[in-house]
């Protein structure tokens, strides 16, 4: 009797070595291609893992270009929209030896904090009666700052010092100009405009010059 570890048979059993050998070999090769098939190797199951839809969802690695979303930084630049200014006298009526003190009020509408540019290098203060222009603080300015301040959500902000306007019209060529025209007054109306970093005042503030 052929047995596995006698084999038996008119030729010499290194023969039936050899093909038992062979055999083995194939089905080796068979046994190896089929877990191939099966296990895949290389493929990552967890970079294509099914989410609860059914879609596959990327895990983005190391070398990702793709920057992390990060909350809005505090310090965030103020978007014109969300800023008001509001333009403020000290008085209604101005007696003839008075002098008007102007100031502004700044005011963050949105949700967040975020800075703005109160400094006089921003600031611009306008004095008109009717159409004609009679002031502007930029005219005759030798010295501004930039101020970088930072805004809470619905707190009014006021200048620190009002600027006194002295009553008389302003030009660029008459800034060393020891007289210049004095301002129509007797009951005079006129009107303060303000703007800060480039936003300005929804609406004037009015005021008489007696």
């Given at each position: 009797m052929s047995t596995i570890k006698n084999p038996v048979g008119p030729q010499p059993s290194k023969v039936y070595w050899r093909?038992?050998?062979?055999?083995?070999l194939?089905?080796?090769?068979?046994?190896?291609?089929?877990?191939?098939?099966?296990?895949?190797?290389?493929?990552?199951?967890?970079?294509q893992k099914p989410d609860s839809t059914?879609?596959?969802?990327?895990?983005?690695?190391?070398?990702?270009?793709t920057p992390p979303t990060t909350p809005a930084s505090a310090d965030a630049v103020c978007a014109p929209a969300v800023v008001t200014v509001e333009?403020?006298?000290?008085?209604?009526?101005?007696?003839?030896?008075?002098q008007p003190e102007l100031s502004l009020v700044v005011t963050n509408t949105g949700a967040?904090?975020?800075?703005?540019n109160?400094?006089?290098a921003a600031q611009v203060f306008t004095v008109k009666s009717g159409e004609d222009v009679y002031w502007t603080s930029t005219d005759c300015q030798t010295e501004s700052s930039d101020v970088p301040f930072q805004l809470q959500p619905g707190e009014p902000v006021k200048s620190s010092a009002p600027i006194v306007w002295d009553r008389t019209r302003s030009a660029p060529d008459t800034c060393d100009s020891a007289e210049r025209d004095s301002a129509p007054a007797g009951g005079a109306s006129y009107h303060l405009s303000v703007?800060?970093?480039?936003?300005?005042?929804?609406?004037s503030k009015q005021f008489i010059l007696n």
């Open positions: 093909r038992r050998l062979v055999v083995l194939g089905l080796l090769a068979v046994i190896v291609v089929v877990v191939l098939i099966i296990v895949r190797p290389g493929g990552n199951a967890e970079a059914g879609s596959s969802s990327q895990t983005p690695d190391a070398g990702s270009s333009a403020v006298t000290d008085a209604g009526d101005y007696a003839a030896d008075q967040t904090a975020c800075t703005l109160v400094g006089t703007s800060v970093d480039g936003v300005e005042s929804a609406s």
